[in-house]
């Protein structure tokens, strides 16, 4: 590890600390909420969203965030990317690890993820810390691309974007948790649900998935992480930044 | 020292003049050591190369010497070659022009000595 | 060592900012890029150090394309005026991360630089004023160990005392450490005797390329009746005439000396301001009288 990878990987670490921080706690108090107030279906969907949420941010946000003191001092794209790629992948790591833990908190079985996909003990809790992994990795590949893709505009739009993304990404899985919560054995009668549920990648059969949604995870890392690369090599710095 | 941009006579040449000027006038005593380049571009922010350039014009008239490794130093005698080398301007350009003006406003070769003769008295 | 500019283009969406920038930066220089407002100056020096890329056309460091060249990178710094450092960082830490980056830092002069302009190396540099922002700027702009510094704007912000402050201090520097430093400033005449060279961006293309002393003996504003004028410079390439009753003034930068001047006629030197006024001046343009 050169000097330079080493002070820009520092940096970038630096930018994704603001946004994980302020996330994380957030997520804590979600958690604690959930704790006194009992937990529910919707209160883990939220809190596992949340987290999902805070990933996409570190992309979209932190990471074009670093690209001025990257120009400032002389950072390929090439290197700049590198040291992104490493940043968010200790992000993913680090939030897998801390909602994987403190997600057993909200329920006896260990968070959402694993009461819905019926994954229980050591086996099942690395299965869901490792899904986590691939599915913060994978959005936050999105948010990069997307962060690149909308570096030219201007502050306020790329701030009204985020509002957006939060909408597309939280809502479907709201509305999927109230219709769930309000009439379980739906799926079983309306395909509309069931695929809507194949969609964000939930099992819609008794016998649950879990490799289906690592396999389709997985699928969008890639594809993002490309798309990133792909817009990162041409990523220009207006004064907008 | 002052330096006028919008002069015709180039920036080397105006540093090289006031340089001349200061040896004549006894601000650079002989065997004194001038300014260095660098003590100079810093003060009034001009160009190194520029400096240079006008040092070296100094150099080149035997007015000031390098010695290695100290800086620049009057020459012995060079206030007596600048009064000498003006006295030469003075009377092959001066005298011209003086003469050429006067005679442009009718002022005759007796009037003009008469007001010579005054200002000496002065 | 030489950085060379082949037409190089940039677009920005249908504008075309740049249409062929051809020019070549020498090493250890001072020179004066100048331009109007919107001129392209600061998208031309992007380009270089790489935070934009070139619609079309190439810039070469020593034969070698400096896009996406982490060595060639490594020999260029760009202060500008856009501040991207982390704001939350002090001025000392900045200085640490520079050395880190470029490999060295020139310490002793930071500290000099430090006590000369009165810079708190350890306030963080979001606190500072416009003016100190500026000051920590140009001292990491001093210090890095690059072939090519450049400079956009350099004196935003400052005051008199400390603008006279940088420009002695860069003086002082180039003299102890040349490399090549290249200026962009709308502060014409507080430069024209540091800079040996200029560079003047009009229209999108490097409209004048000229030593500065070679302007200065070419520069001439020509005074006196307008008949007698109009006369003596027949047949000259004149950039602008300004009349006031009978009086005429004309700037020009090829006026014949050689011959005689008629009386109540007087030519004067141009400074680089009044120079560069003459030659970026919107519609007109030189015309031969």
Redesign the interface.
Known sequence: MSIKFQVMLKLQLQMMRIVLVGGLIGWLVLVVENLFGGSTEIGAWSAEFMALYIAAILGYFATPWALGAAFQNGVSRQLFLRTAAVGLGLCAILMSGFVTITGSLLASDGGFLAAMYHLSGAGGIVLTAVMRVVAYLAIAALGVAIGFWTLPWLGKARFAFVFVIYGVMVLPGIILAVVLQAAPNLPARSGGLRGWLALVGLPWHAAPQPWRLLVLLLVLLLGGGALAIHLGRHVELTDRI | MK?D????????QQIADQFIAGILSGAFPEQAQIPS??EV??????????VLKGMNVLVDLGLIEKRRGIGMFVVPGAQERIKAKRKHDFYAERIGELVAAAKALDISKAELIVAVEEGYAQ | MTMEFKQVTRNFGRKQVLRGVNMTWDAGQLYGLLGRNGAGKSTLMKIVNNRLFPTAGKVLLDGKSVTENAAAQNRIFLMSAATLYPGDSRIAQLFTLTQQMYGRFDDQLAAHLVQAFGLDPHQRLRKLSTGYRTIAKLIIALCVPCDFVMLDEPVLGLDANNREIFYQELAATFAKRPRTFIIASHLIEEIENLVTHVFVLDGGTITLDEDVADLAVKGRVVTGPAALVREWLSGTCVLRTVQLGGMVTAYTLDAPLEKPLPTGVSVDGMDLQQLYLELTRTGGGPHVD
């Not at chain 2, 941009?5 to 080397?12: D, E, G, K, M, T």
């Not at chain 2, 571009?41 to 520029?50: E, G, M, R, S």
């Open positions: 330096f941009a919008s002069s015709v006579v180039p920036l080397y380049t660098t571009a810093k003060t009034y922010a001009i160009n190194p190369a520029t």
